[in-house]
């Protein structure tokens, strides 16, 4: 370490304190429930995007299938969906909306949500003064974006009833 000139001192210096920045910042997420249910559920919209993408439409090889129509011999509002958002991360729009029409807002819903939680989430790291306000504009702002998404869905579970 001795042997070290100044510039080389600076660099090992600046490389502590990014690392010691890292490190704070990560026990900031661990210890931060909204941060900690953002990337939660940011993980589960990957998640689900990477299904539609492995299991093909061509194949019909999903792993869920339909129970109300197995049981029924009827289809329900989600019959087709799978297919339907496969279809749509191929870009096969128009057949993606033969199979259900609800594909798109449903996969619109997706990727908002994906967007809006590193959207959130970097505000919320970046502007601590204004954490509750946007807490509670997420909060509400998500659950318009659902309810709008997923009205028809709603609605048809309460016609069985």
């Not at 019959?79 to 033969?98: F, P, T, V």
């Not at 509670?136 to 998404?149: A, E, Q, R, Y």
Request: charged residues 15%; contains cysteine.
């Amino acid at each position: 370490m001795r042997n070290l000139n100044k510039e080389q001192h600076y660099l090992m210096i600046r490389l502590q304190e990014q690392s010691d920045r890292s490190a704070g910042m990560l026990i900031r997420i661990k210890n931060d429930p909204y941060l900690t249910v953002n990337i939660v559920l940011a993980g589960i919209v990957l998640i689900i995007l990477v299904y539609f993408l492995v299991f093909s439409p061509d194949r019909n090889n999903y792993p869920v299938v339909c129970i109300h129509e197995k049981i029924t011999g009827k289809p329900c509002p989600s019959c087709g969906l799978s297919h339907s958002l496969s279809l749509i991360m191929r870009g096969r729009i128009d057949e993606a909306n033969k199979w259900n029409e609800n594909g798109l807002a449903v996969f619109i819903f997706f990727i908002s949500q994906l967007f809006l939680r590193v959207f959130f989430s970097r505000y919320y790291f970046n502007y601590p003064d204004l954490r509750k306000q946007l807490v509670i504009t997420d909060i509400i702002g998500s659950s318009l974006i659902f309810l709008l998404t997923f009205m028809p869905f709603i609605i048809n579970t309460f016609r069985w009833l």
